[in-house]
């Protein structure tokens, strides 16, 4: 599967943006997706995943209550809504996507198999 991230863009701090991951390519609808982020100079953080079946979401504390991610298989698409965006969440985000049946392994990138590349998500103060 290859994977195509997409959204990004820059906005003042409290502002939104929703991404998007778009695939091609293999069984989409069999693979959780993840969406993770990196800042210059910082390691790559995760920030959300979600099951192939919607059914199960994981986020990172630090966007839990302002960020959702979403799926439509039949879109081959995954989205991640971002509210109330801070400047600390400035960074390059790329989904990624992965067989992974335990969602206590989402966070970890080692679990995925395919990267999209990445969307750069600035947030001014």
């Known amino acids: 599967v290859q994977l195509q991230a997409s959204g990004g863009g820059v906005v003042q701090a409290g502002g939104s943006l929703k991404l998007s991951c778009t695939a091609s390519?293999?069984?989409?609808?069999?693979?959780?997706v993840g969406w993770f982020r990196q800042d210059p100079g910082k390691e790559r953080e995760f920030v959300a995943a979600?099951?192939?079946?919607?059914?199960?979401?994981r986020y990172a504390d630090a966007v839990k209550g302002r960020f959702t991610i979403s799926r439509d298989n039949g879109r081959l698409e995954v989205y991640l809504q971002m509210n109330n965006l801070r400047p600390e969440d400035t960074a390059v985000y790329s989904c990624?996507?992965?067989?992974?049946?335990?969602?206590?392994?989402?966070?970890?990138?080692?679990?995925?198999?395919?990267w999209g590349q990445g969307t750069l998500v600035t947030v001014s103060s």
């Open positions: 990624a996507a992965g067989l992974i049946s335990q969602s206590k392994r989402y966070s970890d990138a080692n679990e995925y198999l395919a």
């Open positions: 390519g293999g069984t989409f609808g069999a693979y959780a």
């Open positions: 979600i099951s192939w079946s919607s059914g199960v979401m």
